[in-house]
């Protein structure tokens, strides 16, 4: 490609031109993320969301060592054997690396996955569509592990419950797949029961889900520990609190209701801190523009990392 292409390229698209000069992005080939997503998402909006984690991670790698920078306090399981029961311990280990009691709920799990270490980052936004890529629920990798830093990306516009369970989900594979391979399916399966114990520990959860289950009861169990009322249903049958009909019973009521996208009790919204905290820490500056110069990538791609 000649200097004069590159040199176009650079003005139309807002990049700096040194940019252009520092090579390849991260190398992450097809298989390596692992997507939570809707069956209607496109390739599209799945290349999409793949150059989003790329670029984030190249400008990560930039900044990974700046002063003040959390460690990275988790470790992927190296069990090769685990059945979905040692998932409830694994995550009452984890709860503990991200300083949460066995038994108190997790008030910002963000936050916490974050002083763990871990970055969380929003969907990117494409132009036409300011709601984000809303058919993508969460993306998870730990490129160069164990000398990288873990990252998720998460749906923006969600809500607080849903954002919260995302983020649990996606610290599940990061603990549980990093190391091992498994069928996509059994993956998603223990990713569920591992974001299920973390939010809502065994012991909590059968002080908490009132016998028999009904949605009511669920609902103030929403209240209490941020996890949405369909999930607690699959944690009471996790439990074995309920039973396969009874979860059948209680989904239909919850759609019955209207409440198939926007339940009763309102869960407050996290947003990521960190990825903005290591931008700002690497580059002096708390200003969009300037940091925009100084990563060399235009001003919406840097709002859609540290946003």
């Known amino acids: 490609?000649?200097?004069?292409?590159?040199?176009?390229?650079?003005?139309?698209?807002?990049?700096?031109?040194?940019?252009?000069?520092?090579?390849?992005?991260?190398?992450?080939?097809?298989?390596?993320?692992?997507?939570?997503?809707?069956?209607?998402?496109?390739?599209?909006d799945e290349e999409r969301v793949r150059a989003h984690i790329r670029q984030a991670i190249e400008v990560i790698e930039r900044f990974a060592d700046v002063p003040g920078a959390p460690a990275v306090r988790i470790e992927p399981?190296?069990?090769?054997?685990?059945?979905?029961?040692?998932?409830?311990?694994?995550?009452?280990?984890?709860?503990?690396?991200?300083?949460?009691?066995?038994q108190d709920p997790i008030r910002n799990v963000t936050r916490a996955v974050e002083r763990a270490g871990v970055v969380v980052i929003g969907s990117v936004v494409p132009i036409d569509r300011p709601e984000g890529i809303e058919k993508h629920d969460g993306a998870s990798n730990w490129l160069d592990h164990p000398i990288g830093r873990p990252i998720i990306c998460v749906s923006r516009g969600t809500s607080g419950d849903r954002h919260r369970l995302s983020v649990a989900h996606e610290l599940g594979h990061l603990i549980l797949h990093q190391l091992r391979n498994l069928d996509p399916k059994r993956a998603e399966v223990e990713a569920f029961r591992f974001a299920g114990a973390l939010l809502l520990p065994r012991e909590s959860a059968l002080e908490s889900i009132e016998l028999p289950v009904t949605l009511r009861g669920l609902a103030f169990a929403k209240a209490r520990w941020g996890i949405?009322?369909?999930?607690?249903?699959?944690?009471?049958?996790?439990?074995?609190?309920?039973?396969?009909?009874r979860r059948r019973s209680l989904e239909k009521q919850i759609f019955a209701r209207g409440w198939g996208k926007?339940?009763?009790?309102?869960?407050?919204?996290?947003?990521?801190?960190?990825?903005?905290?290591?931008?700002?820490?690497?580059?002096?500056?708390?200003?969009?523009?300037?940091?925009?110069?100084?990563?060399?990538?235009?001003?919406?791609?840097?709002?859609?990392?540290?946003?």
């Not at 176009?8 to 940019?19: D, H, L, Y």
């Not at 190296?78 to 029961?85: A, F, G, N, V, Y």
């Not at 580059?283 to 969009?288: E, F, H, K």
């Open 1 to 44: 490609m000649s200097a004069a292409l590159v040199d176009g390229i650079a003005t139309v698209s807002g990049f700096a031109r040194w940019w252009f000069d520092l090579g390849p992005l991260p190398d992450l080939p097809k298989g390596s993320l692992r997507f939570r997503k809707k069956s209607s998402s496109t390739q599209a």
């Open 262 to 307: 926007v339940e009763p009790v309102e869960v407050p919204t996290e947003e990521p801190l960190l990825m903005r905290r290591l931008v700002e820490l690497g580059t002096g500056t708390d200003n969009l523009v300037a940091i925009s110069a100084k990563v060399g990538l235009p001003a919406l791609a840097v709002r859609d990392l540290v946003a």
């Open 228 to 245: 949405s009322i369909r999930s607690l249903i699959r944690r009471s049958l996790d439990l074995q609190l309920i039973d396969t009909d």
């Open 77 to 102: 399981n190296r069990s090769r054997d685990l059945q979905l029961e040692d998932l409830e311990g694994i995550a009452i280990e984890i709860r503990e690396q991200l300083g949460a009691g066995p």
